[in-house]
T-cell receptor, first 116, second 112 residues
Framework: GAGVSQSPSNKVTEKGKDVELRCDPI?????LYWYRQRLGQGLEFLIY????????KSGLPSDRFSAERTGESVSTLTIQRTQQEDSAVYLC??????????????FGSGTRLTVV | KQEVTQIPAALSVPEGENLVLNCSFT??????LQWFRQDPGKGLTSLLL?????REQTSGRLNASLDKSSGRSTLYIAASQPGDSATYLC???????????FGTGTRLKVLA
């Protein structure tokens, strides 16, 4: 597509429920990144995909968080048994090449997750 | 470990002023530097991408410069407008990695 698309744009969920957040990167972008931004804070790296593989998952905060990518396209970030501290904006970005070295990132609009 | 600092943290100016936002980073072995704009409750919009071999990039009223050796970048906004009000973030990937490290941003308010 023309840009990075994320859905849903807003999600309110009850504590303890599972949620899935979706990211559609720009067509042809092999690299995909997930970041989290808590209210009033900076961007926190979560995970990086190159193709369908995730060589760096070091930012996932706990085993309740997982992500996958299929067809070198769509990625899904899943949070199980959500907690209130998971409330944040989840941002997805894609990049043309392996890594951000020469191409920079294009971000989606984010998913605002609120856990009540 | 790469650290990115942005000064000032917040800035309020009257419409029409020219202004400079600063970004500094501790590891100068970077491939590029990217400036983003973030509106409240929204994602990030890319403004300018400067490759390590470049000294500056321009887009409309925006000009970004890069001095790798001193670990600094500046974003110059000419003739500021109320629509420029947003948070401005700079980000760099560290050599040998693929992750952008983000500064904490400068929150800009342009008063009509």
């Amino acid at each position: 597509g023309a840009g990075v698309s994320q859905s849903p744009s807003n999600k309110v969920t009850e504590k303890g429920k599972d949620v899935e957040l979706r990211c559609d990167p720009i067509s042809g972008h092999t690299a995909l990144y997930w970041y989290r931004q808590r209210l009033g804070q900076g961007l926190e790296f979560l995970i990086y995909f190159q193709g369908n593989s995730a060589p760096d998952k070091s930012g996932l905060p706990s085993d309740r968080f997982s992500a996958e990518r299929t067809g070198e396209s769509v990625s899904t970030l899943t949070i199980q048994r959500t907690q209130q501290e998971d409330s944040a904006v989840y941002l997805c970005a894609s990049s043309l090449g392996p890594g951000a070295q020469n191409y920079g990132y294009t971000f989606g609009s984010g998913t605002r997750l609120t856990v009540v | 470990k790469q650290e990115v600092t942005q000064i000032p943290a917040a800035l309020s100016v009257p419409e029409g002023e020219n202004l400079v936002l600063n970004c500094s980073f501790t590891d100068s072995a970077i491939y590029n530097l990217q400036w983003f704009r973030q509106d409240p409750g929204k994602g990030l919009t890319s403004l300018l991408l400067i490759q390590s071999s470049q000294r500056e990039q321009t887009s409309g009223r925006l000009n970004a410069s890069l001095d790798k050796s001193s670990g600094r970048s500046t974003l110059y906004i000419a003739a500021s407008q109320p629509g420029d009000s947003a948070t401005y973030l700079c980000a760099v990937p560290t050599s040998g990695t693929y992750k952008y490290i983000f500064g904490t941003g400068t929150r800009l308010k342009v008063l009509a």
